[in-house]
């Protein structure tokens, strides 16, 4: 007999169980937000197909979405929770900020393509969220006026991290990003009353944060 063909439901709790669960992330908002979240929506209509691969996908402009398990485990690593503010750099698909959102009361993103914004915003207000707030611009220098931050995540990899980016984080505030050029790996920042704790957790590979000239 023929296998009936999955519906993306199933397929994305496949994807949870075989991808996410199955390597170790616990935090149940983290777990019921990639369950909900539509991620084929967010990739190119011939791309569909392959949103809930274990892999990160081309998303037009030479720029990618997160494979699945990455944007699991970033989210979980900011122990996000309910009245939190955060700040993403590096909008994208909209898909990692649509997770956020299902965790978090409010989502800043920037990000540095027009286009990439405006199909994001798209995507996000046809999904009914209204906690997704969009600027185009450099993230580098973060989104100053809504500052400071419980979480800030950068979604594209700077050589350093910018200061600017953590001078937004409040007191107690944590930031993921990936750090390097070849070589990169995901920092986790934790902003404490005198100083910036930094701990290395995994390496990653992400597009380069650009610096526009
Ligand atoms: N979070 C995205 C994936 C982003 S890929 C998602 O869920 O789909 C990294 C993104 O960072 C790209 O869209 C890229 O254009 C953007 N980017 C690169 N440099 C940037 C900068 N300086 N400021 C803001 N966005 C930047």
């Known amino acids: 007999m023929k296998k009936a063909k999955k519906t993306y439901t199933e397929e994305r709790e496949s994807m949870v169980s075989t991808q996410i669960k199955s390597r170790g992330i616990k935090d149940v908002n983290v777990l019921e937000a990639m369950e909900k979240v539509p991620r084929h929506l967010f990739v190119p209509e011939n791309m569909r197909k392959l949103a809930y691969n274990d892999e990160p996908l081309p998303i037009g402009n030479g720029q990618t979405i997160s494979q699945p398990y990455i944007v699991a485990y970033m989210t979980e690593v900011l122990q996000l ?8 750099v590096g909008t994208g698909s909209g898909y990692q900020a649509a997770v956020l959102a299902e965790i978090a009361k409010e989502v800043f993103t920037v990000e540095i393509i027009d286009g990439l914004s405006k199909n994001a915003q798209e995507v996000l207000q046809e999904e009914g969220y209204t906690n997704i707030h969009f600027r185009v611009g450099d993230g580098s220098y973060g989104w100053e006026e809504n500052a400071p931050y419980d979480a ?4 594209a990899a700077p050589s350093e991290v910018p200061k600017a980016l953590q001078d ?19 920092v986790l920042i934790v902003r404490e009353k005198r100083k910036f704790k930094k701990k290395k957790l995994l390496p990653v590979r992400f597009v380069p944060l650009v610096k526009p000239h």
């Open 81 to 88: 929770s309910v009245e939190e503010k955060v700040l993403e």
């Open 152 to 155: 800030i995540m950068v979604t």
């Open 168 to 186: 937004q984080l409040k007191i107690g505030g944590r930031m993921i990003v990936p750090v390097g050029d070849a070589f990169q790996e995901l």
